[in-house]
Each structure stands twice: as structure tokens, then as C-alpha cells.
């Protein structure tokens, strides 16, 4: 295994810890364990400007290959959840999901769950569910570069099925893993087919390196 830069790999790792805040605090709020609205304030817009903070400090040091990784798999990220809308609101639509989950993301995160969605909530709400398709992105790309769509869909159901596994399915009243509505299992299968499939086609075109996390050119891409 050829050596990794010690900076680039200890950025690494604080990029894929900052990147897997996000798309757990959802669950973690439905669980009971805090408020989203306080998760919001205090995890998830801190750790959006670390973020940001660390891949400007990794291209000022010249970590070009982890500055890459990270833009590409945001972008990608947010233009495969585009994907996974489209299946996840069409469903909806036909009374295939028990609720929009990014209007419940948005009451939620600004503690409007009595008073119902206002233009503000709703706002949040879709930027932080397009945030966690960023995040997703960043993960696939920083660890895994440029993978085949069979990678890339097994990725995506595990995060489905994540999903469909956390308190956040549980809180809806559906049974376990949606079951009981099983429109929605299905749902979130067909809508992580439709992201991984975006995000395997756009990765592979817009990250520069093959490789693992710890393998690879330790040589930054200037």
C-alpha cells in the first residue's frame, strides 16, 4: 500500500466525520435524544462551516486530490438527490410516503412542528436534505474516488436501508422498516437506485483519481 500524506489523510478523516453529522441528526432528534431545531444550531451549521473551513485550508496546503474528491462528490451529491426527489415526490404525490419529508424537515428544524410550514421552514428543510445528498456524495468520493455503478448502488441501498432502519421510519408510525405502508420501502429503494446512479455517472466523470482513502498517489493534484 503506497503512503498517504499524514495532513492529507488526518483532513481526510475530519471532512468524512464532518460529512456523516449531518445525515444522522434527523434520526437522532426522532429518537428523542435533542430537538432538531437545537441539533440544527449547535451540529449542523457548525459542522457546514468546519467543512467548508477545511477544504480551504486543504487547498491552501496543496491537498488537491482531497479538495476534488470533496467538491465533486458535494455536487454530485446534491444533483443525484435531484434524482432521488423526483422518484421520493412522485410517490408522495400518489399517497406513497406518509408525509414530505423535507416540509417535516423544515418544521422540525425550526421548531414549527404545532404551527405547521412556513416559506422559511420549508427553505431549510430543502437545504438540509439537499445538504445530506451533498454529504452522502462527499463519502462515496473521499473514501471510494471513482467507482463502478455496482459500488455505487450498493452504497446507495445501504443508506436506504439505514434508513428504513432508524427511528426516524419508526416515529412515523409505519411499522418496521415502513411495512406497514409498503409503498414506502419501495419508495426508498427505487429513490437510492435513481441517486446512486447520478452520482456513480457524475463522480466518474468529475473526480480526477481512482483509488481508496488510503491508497493511491500520496502527491497532491496541483
Not at 476534488?68 to 412522485?90: M, P, S, Y
Not at 445528498?133 to 467507482?147: H, P, Q
Not at 432508524?166 to 429503494?189: C, E, H, Q, W
Request: hydrophobic share 55%.
Amino acid at each position: 500500500m503506497k503512503r498517504i500524506l499524514t495532513g492529507e489523510l488526518i483532513l481526510s478523516l475530519a471532512i468524512l466525520a464532518l460529512a456523516g453529522l449531518a445525515p444522522n441528526l434527523f434520526p437522532v432528534a426522532q429518537a428523542g435524544y435533542a430537538k432538531l431545531s437545537v441539533l440544527g444550531k449547535t451540529v449542523l451549521l457548525p459542522s457546514i462551516v468546519l467543512m467548508v473551513g477545511i477544504v480551504a485550508l486543504a487547498m491552501r496546503v496543496g491537498y488537491g486530490r482531497l479538495v476534488n474528491r470533496t467538491l465533486a462528490g458535494a455536487a454530485a451529491g446534491v444533483l443525484a438527490t435531484v434524482g432521488l426527489e423526483i422518484v421520493r415526490a412522485t410517490s408522495f404525490h400518489f399517497g406513497g410516503m406518509p408525509g414530505d419529508m423535507p416540509r417535516l424537515l423544515g418544521v422540525l428544524l425550526t421548531d414549527r412542528f404545532m404551527q405547521g410550514p412556513s416559506v422559511g421552514s420549508d427553505l431549510l428543510g430543502w437545504g438540509y436534505h439537499f445538504w445530506n445528498g451533498a454529504a452522502f456524495g462527499i463519502i462515496f468520493t473521499v473514501v471510494l474516488g471513482r467507482r463502478s455503478l455496482r459500488w455505487a448502488e450498493l452504497y446507495g441501498q445501504l443508506i436506504g436501508f439505514g434508513f428504513l432502519l432508524s427511528p426516524a421510519v419508526k416515529s412515523l408510525g409505519i411499522g418496521f422498516m415502513g411495512f406497514d405502508m409498503p409503498a414506502m420501502p419501495v419508495t426508498v429503494v427505487l429513490a437510492h437506485i435513481a441517486y446512486s446512479a447520478i452520482l456513480c455517472l457524475l463522480t466518474n466523470r468529475w473526480v480526477r483519481s481512482d483509488g481508496w482513502l488510503l491508497s493511491g498517489q500520496s502527491a497532491s493534484l496541483r
